[in-house]
């Protein structure tokens, strides 16, 4: 093995090893972003059953976990919705369904986009491994 093909063998190895760290970091995003669309959607969910209700009137809300707690309504009108950093806002119905839609659609897009690098990331450690699968049999082929 000449000292060029041992430089090339490490190089797509070290290239291989990276591209495949960096696919998984790309998994775990997406994995992450799919958790919060679920949270948004059981949101979207429990407002969307939010309407219609009256005060006084009693539900099931779910409070995740698939956990759901009885509730009666003390003001079905208006939520309180959390935006971060420790500050809530009290938002009507509508309100806080529309922004929570926004938020759905930008973490779908979101995660689409993540899908697409996972994709082409996944495309690129294959061919890495592959390649570097080959040099090495040829390699070895020539020390034989």
């Not at 290239?15 to 970091?25: G, L, M, N, P």
């Not at 080959?134 to 020539?142: D, F, I």
């Amino acid at each position: 093995m000449t000292e060029d093909q041992e430089n090339l063998l490490r190089r797509v190895y070290a290239e291989q090893q990276i591209a495949s760290s960096t696919t998984e970091r790309k998994g775990q995003q997406m994995i992450r972003v799919q958790a919060y669309l679920d949270n948004y959607h059981v949101g979207l969910l429990v407002l969307e059953e939010l309407h219609g209700k009256k005060k006084g009137e009693e539900m099931l809300v779910n409070v995740g976990g698939e956990i759901y707690v009885h509730a009666k309504l003390v003001n079905p009108k208006k939520v309180t919705r959390h935006i971060g950093k420790d500050i809530s806002i009290d938002q009507d119905i509508a309100e806080a369904k529309k922004s929570i839609e926004e938020i759905i659609s930008s973490l779908e897009k979101q995660y689409d986009s993540l899908g697409q690098e996972y994709q082409q990331l996944l495309g690129w450690s294959t061919k890495l491994g592959t390649q570097f699968q080959q040099l090495a049999a040829g390699m070895q082929k020539q020390e034989e």
